[in-house]
């Protein structure tokens, strides 16, 4: 079972930048789409962004042009850059991997890394 591992998170004032990482336990990236999700307190899950396997990304209307969602395959590692932070984003951030169908036929599944908490001050 595929893990995986957020980090970056941490206070920040309104206005600042933030950058989350994830790092799956295996090679991952070829088979599905990386999202980030995130859950303020009190309030539901709610996507944030996605990357797919193909490169194409997302976001929710309340990041976009705002938050960037990247790829460094090297590094096998995800990233979300957060800038102009606003104190409504405060909240669990969490990675997310959702195969793709024909891989979810082959027996992959979707996982969820811990989350990391990002708060912002006004």
């Known amino acids: 079972q595929v893990q995986l591992v957020e980090s970056g998170g941490g206070l920040v004032q309104a206005g600042g930048s933030l950058r989350l990482s994830c790092v799956p336990s295996?090679?991952?990236?070829?088979?599905?789409?990386m999202g980030w999700y995130r859950q303020a307190p009190g309030k539901q899950r709610v996507w944030v962004s996605t990357?797919?396997?193909?490169?194409?990304?997302a976001y929710a209307d309340s990041v976009k042009g705002r938050f960037r969602i990247s790829r460094d395959n090297a590094k096998n590692t995800v990233y979300l850059q957060m800038n102009s932070l606003k104190p409504e984003d405060t909240a669990v951030y969490y990675c997310?991997?959702?195969?793709?169908?024909?891989?979810?036929?082959?027996?992959?599944?979707?996982?969820w890394g811990q989350g990391t908490l990002v708060t912002v001050s006004s």
């Open positions: 295996g090679n991952i990236f070829s088979v599905g789409a």
């Open positions: 990357i797919t396997s193909g490169g194409s990304t």
């Open positions: 997310k991997f959702t195969p793709d169908m024909i891989s979810t036929t082959k027996g992959w599944r979707e996982v």
